[in-house]
């Protein structure tokens, strides 16, 4: 038996590991390029992303002319087999990364979805020569047909593969929803065999909401908005919802009372808009997009 000296000695020397590990930061998850070298559009473009901090700590990313991915897999014995690429807003300028970013794709990993927040092109940034119908547009539909080209790497049914965006990137995701690029077969690039149709698209708070005209054939659509948005918007979505109908593509549409413009997903969303991710695992599962992984 040790003597109580030695015991103590031992626990307090666990007690410090357990503490060492507490403190020791998560694993940086996996980023990835879009694009094999210069993205289409981007050809001589060299400078570097530029991140600031807001006024309440979160990471908004500007000037970005090689846009990523940011890999998010849930544990592999929770792993449903779906996958969502993440679209952040920020009016086509920056990107908020935190509340239309991470935290949802931590949020989607830790219920079994494999998630991936893409870094896309900026079209109203100053001095941008993009255009958010040509190089966004672009980079989602790349991005989807790179998760679907990686699919059993990362766990994930090619045929579960949507997008959801917030903002300015709801604008960028109902494009992708809208225009799709068909597989080539006989490509020698891998991801461009491949093709580009969301799954589904998670459409939330999506800017000029006008531009969205669904055709039949189109994902199905999970819309979000706050009633206090701007009437351009929580007027425009229901519209937008009418026309999924219309266009007999099915369709779900929430409007939350006491909810403005940019609630994303929050450490502090308390009021109701807040359980819209709970709501959007509904409706994947009751579409049937959360069954257990190949």
């Avoid at 077969?185 to 580009?196: G, I, K, L, M």
């Avoid at 929580?234 to 609630?263: D, K």
Wanted: with cysteine; charged share 20%.
């Amino acid at each position: 038996m040790l003597p109580m000296k030695t015991k103590l000695t031992v626990l307090f020397l666990f007690l410090g590991q357990l503490l060492v590990a507490a403190a020791a930061p998560a694993e940086a998850p996996l980023v990835i390029p879009v694009w094999p070298g210069d993205a289409p559009g981007s050809e001589g473009k060299v400078g570097e992303e530029k991140v600031r901090l807001s006024g309440e700590g979160e990471h908004v990313v500007s000037g970005i002319h090689h846009p990523s991915l940011t890999v998010y897999l849930p544990p592999k014995n929770q792993a449903t087999g779906a996958a969502v690429v993440i679209c952040p807003g920020g009016g086509h300028r920056e990107l908020w990364m935190d509340h239309e970013g991470y935290r949802v794709a931590r949020w989607f990993a830790g219920h079994g979805v494999a998630a991936f927040i893409l870094k896309y092109r900026l079209a109203a940034e100053e001095g941008s020569t993009y255009q958010v119908a040509v190089h966004s547009l672009a980079d989602a539909q790349r991005a989807i047909r790179l998760v679907r080209s990686r699919a059993a790497e990362w766990g994930v049914d090619p045929a579960r593969v949507g997008i959801i965006g917030f903002s300015a990137g709801g604008e960028v995701a109902a494009l992708a929803g809208m225009h799709s690029l068909a597989a080539v077969p006989a490509a020698t690039d891998p991801v461009e065999r491949q093709d580009s149709r969301p799954a589904f698209q998670g459409l939330i708070y999506p800017g000029h909401a006008t531009t969205i005209i669904p055709a039949a054939g189109d994902p199905p659509a999970f819309l979000v908005c706050g009633y206090d948005d701007e009437p351009r918007i929580s007027e425009e979505l229901a519209r937008v919802y009418l026309r999924f109908r219309q266009a007999g593509v099915p369709a779900e549409l929430h409007i939350y009372t006491g909810a403005g413009h940019g609630f994303g997903f929050r450490d502090t969303n308390f009021f109701p808009a807040g359980a819209w991710p709970e709501r959007f695992h509904e409706w994947l599962t009751d579409r049937g997009f959360l069954g257990a992984a190949h």
